[in-house]
């Protein structure tokens, strides 16, 4: 099944991803109305899993295989308790601090011992980046930002990217001052399928992938700037500036902070496979995916399909993405599911995590 599958192939003993890069507003959008509900979540760093507590669940199941990204939710858990809205963002390295090893100290002693071990021993580069700054995807985006970028684009035509404009404008500038040939050559190298494997995700993701990355990125680039105004962006803004400026995701927001607080305790935190909780024999009514069919050969990708159908409640909805790897429902279970195609393209052209090709969102029947 998948979850020894891409164990056995990919590398899950730290952290991959210190922070999400899955748009929490068009999930929450795709989810639907659920309160009293039963959610569950690929962790991930938490974010997600967090965001999802919006919508006023009964529970949410946050799993993953990886301890890694289970300790990235529960440091988020005990900062939501132990800090203020701002201490918070200078944690997670939204904004500046000059403090954030003692708000470590202080979050690290509401976790458990080796939790708060697994923080301490990264203390340093906490101090520097926040915990959402230590995975290795953002380490991959540090480089990119810090050492490479600069060769292609200034630091005014960088900024100029983030003051809001009509559409006409910000297409004008991308094809007058960004899509220049030194931008074109950095984004053929830097996010080619064999440096991404290396440096940002794991090799074994791109097992099923036919096609070159950095074409489609470079095919997505025009949504993410042009589409979309990047001035609202906080993807965009970290991959090219290191941090998020006034843009924020959804579960780091102010208006949404204390709500997540006062539902911290409906997370339900699970170390493992998908397939655990489909074997538990519960029931659930959403579930975010993220990306995880990508991983898959197509043949696996129906069995957990199936078994996931099989863990659902009616009218339960489906929500996940493709980047490379083209994954929608299996001929063999399209008769149990509908596509909802209306929620799908409103996600589609307000996702702000530019870089995915396809958003899926499908109701069980």
């Excluded at 748009?23 to 991930?44: H, R, W, Y």
């Excluded at 899509?179 to 940002?200: E, P």
């Excluded at 990355?213 to 700037?225: D, N, T």
Aim: with cysteine; aromatic share 12%; hydrophobic share 45%.
């Amino acid at each position: 099944m998948s979850g020894a599958d891409i164990a056995r192939r990919a590398n899950f003993d730290d952290i991959r991803y210190a922070q999400l890069w899955e748009d929490a507003d068009v999930l929450v959008d795709a989810l639907g109305d659920q309160p009293g509900k039963t959610l569950v979540s690929i962790c991930s760093a938490g974010d997600n899993a967090l965001a999802m507590l919006t919508l006023d669940p009964a529970r949410v199941v946050a799993i993953d295989l990886s301890p890694a990204q289970i300790a990235c939710l529960s440091i988020r858990i005990a900062a939501y308790r132990t800090l203020n809205h701002t201490a918070f963002l200078e944690l997670l390295g939204a904004r500046p601090s000059t403090r954030r090893g003692e708000l470590l100290d202080r979050v690290a002693r509401e976790l458990d011992t080796d939790t708060a071990r697994f923080w301490t021993a990264r203390r340093v580069e906490v101090e520097k980046y926040g915990i959402g700054g230590v995975g290795k995807f953002e380490r991959y985006f540090r480089i990119f930002q810090t050492r490479l970028l600069p060769l292609a684009q200034t630091r005014s035509t960088i900024d100029e990217v983030f003051r809001s404009k009509p559409p006409a404008a910000r297409a004008a500038f991308f094809e007058s001052r960004w899509n220049n040939w030194r931008w074109k050559l950095l984004l053929k190298f830097f996010f080619s399928n064999f440096v991404m494997g290396r440096l940002g995700r794991d090799p074994a993701f791109f097992d099923h992938v036919e096609g070159s990355l950095a074409e489609h990125v470079a095919s997505r680039l025009w949504h993410a700037g042009v589409d979309l105004d990047p001035a609202d962006n906080p993807y965009l803004h970290y991959i090219l500036k290191g941090h998020h400026g006034t843009a924020l995701p959804l579960a780091w927001r102010a208006e949404h902070f204390d709500t997540i607080r006062t539902r911290l305790d409906r997370l339900d935190i699970r170390c493992g496979a998908l397939e655990s909780f489909v074997a538990s024999g519960e029931k659930a009514d959403g579930f975010n995916l993220s990306d995880i069919f990508e991983y898959m050969d197509e043949r696996i990708f129906a069995d957990v399909y199936g078994s996931i159908l099989a863990a659902s409640n009616p009218d339960a909805r489906l929500v996940y993405w493709n980047m490379m790897v083209p994954r929608r429902m299996p001929k063999e279970h399209a008769h149990r599911v509908e596509r909802l195609t209306s929620v799908e393209e409103k996600g589609k052209a307000n996702d702000k995590a530019f870089f995915y090709s396809d958003f899926v969102v499908e109701r069980v029947l």
